[in-house]
């Protein structure tokens, strides 16, 4: 394997469904071998370029492309297996049920010899330090093992250029060492060209060569850039103080669980667990990958039934309803309990932008001209007001993040919960987030954060709930 030669050009891309460029203008050279970490403002067509240079971006139905991209002096489209390109969510990349199986589809795909092959999987498993069985489940690997795989399957092409959009944007600290780990090995040895889309760049010192910030640079901490800061909205300062609920429960809980086992069917993920969620305070919800937050997560938001035990809504939330969320409709879950999951793309369900933050107030049935403003409110608030008639999957990660968190916002629900709510944002757009959940919490709204993210817990003055071991 040898690096591949990258070249732009006056390089741009236009999505069919987005009136504005997901990136254009854009000039750049990157030498055979060389490591380069990609920066920028969320939005700014980071992702658009890997997906550009992976040959994904489709034909001239999907978009318009002006200037000039290549690989090795080839058109990337035409470049057919000189690219391999990892993603940021681990547990939708895995194709095929085993680990073996799941590392050859690439090379299947190429029409790489069969005898040849497997000695490509063993190879590709053992320079990113993944030792399981062949026949291992994928579904049973942890999400630093599921990013390792992939960049085995990718790997296994023998790629001239490897493009990694966010690595290890959905995983535990653990998991982001063996992931930065393994890519360190892998450009070693192979000399690779590596391409690396994060906006946590710290952690690849060391790994890249150089830089590349498309807009202004966004590479400092948040803490260095915002001086601490903790929440913006609007342009003004937001107090985090959490305020006490002065409803018919005394101590402000609006949801309980009691010796709660959450799982999916019967097989138990976690548990027991007493916890209560809280008018007005944030709770964080942490753990290792694979501990089962996101699972406790949906059990608490009426997604999920509880395995044993049970989550009980409060007079103050229940406003009528039964007394057990998971039996109540969707209708009624509008308006009590929303839910932003970790993966945006499984809860896009609109045409457009607009449509999409239009969803749940229509199922309300609310007048037109209300529909209106609250959907005008949010697409100014979260910046999205440009590309309200875009196709939802054309935005970048961090602005699908801030659309569903725009959709779950316009019924205006009790209680939300955030699973990874700042993955994929820059530090302006992590402060906006941070900005938007401190509100939410200063109007007395129970905020539940499942994250990694220890400057949102510290900026929101979360109370911790961890799963899976002490801190």
């Known amino acids: 394997m040898t690096g591949a030669r990258v070249a732009a050009r006056g390089w741009g891309w236009r999505y069919a469904t987005r009136r504005a460029w997901a990136a254009r203008g854009l000039d750049l050279d990157i030498a055979p071998g060389e490591r380069i970490l990609l920066t920028g403002h969320s939005g700014t067509g980071k992702s658009t370029l890997l997906h550009a240079l992976a040959g994904v971006l489709g034909g001239d139905d999907e978009g318009e492309q002006e200037g000039a991209l290549e690989i090795d002096g080839r058109d990337p489209r035409a470049a057919r297996g000189l690219a391999g390109l990892v993603l940021q969510d681990p547990d939708t990349q895995a194709v095929m049920h085993r680990v073996g199986d799941d590392v050859a589809f690439g090379c299947e795909n190429l029409g790489v010899p069969r005898d040849e092959i497997w000695g490509r999987v063993r190879e590709a498993l053992d ?11 994928t579904s049973a690997l942890s999400g630093g093992q599921k990013q390792r ?40 040895e192979t000399g690779a060209t590596l391409v690396v889309v994060e906006h946590r760049a710290d952690v690849w010192r060391g790994v890249i060569d150089r830089e ?34 002065d409803g018919d429960d005394d101590d402000g809980a609006l949801l309980t669980a009691r010796e709660l086992c959450v799982g999916r069917g019967r097989e138990r993920v976690a ?11 944030t709770l964080g919800i942490t753990g290792p990958n694979g501990a089962g937050k996101s699972t406790l ?8 039934p509880p395995v044993s035990g049970v989550v009980t809504a409060r007079d103050a939330l229940r406003d009528g309803a039964k007394p057990h969320p998971i039996r109540w409709s969707s209708r009624q879950l509008l308006t009590r309990i929303g839910t932003v999951l970790q993966s945006p793309d499984h809860q896009l369900l609109a045409s457009t932008v607009r449509g999409e933050i239009e969803i749940g107030p229509r199922a309300l049935g609310l007048p037109d001209d209300e529909i209106a403003r609250r959907t005008d ?75 990694h993210d220890r400057e949102l817990l510290a900026a929101l003055g979360a109370r911790e709930f961890r799963l899976g071991g002490a801190s």
């Open 127 to 137: 320079l990113v330090g993944l030792d399981v069985p062949l026949d291992r489940s």
């Open 149 to 188: 795989l992939a960049l085995a399957g990718a790997l296994a092409m023998r790629p001239g250029l490897l493009l990694l959009d966010e690595p290890t944007a959905n995983l535990d600290p653990d998991g982001v060492v063996e992931v930065r780990d393994a890519v360190a090995r892998v450009a070693a």
């Open 212 to 245: 590349l910030s498309l807009g202004r640079n966004t590479t400092q901490s948040v803490r260095e850039e915002f001086g601490g800061l903790t929440g913006v909205s609007g342009g003004s300062e937001v107090g985090l103080t959490a305020l006490c609920w």
């Open 271 to 281: 548990g027991p667990i007493d916890l209560d969620v809280r008018a007005g305070e």
């Open 297 to 304: 997560g949906r059990t608490l938001a009426g997604l999920l």
């Open 377 to 451: 409110e949010l697409l100014d608030r979260l910046r999205l007001d440009h590309l309200a008639a875009a196709n939802p999957h054309t935005l970048s990660g961090g602005e699908k993040r801030r659309l569903t968190v725009g959709a779950m916002l316009a019924t205006r629900p009790r209680v939300c919960v955030f699973d990874e709510p700042t993955f994929g944002q820059d530090p302006r757009t992590w402060r906006e987030m941070v900005g938007i959940m401190a509100a939410l919490a200063a109007d007395g709204i129970a905020i539940v954060a499942i994250t």
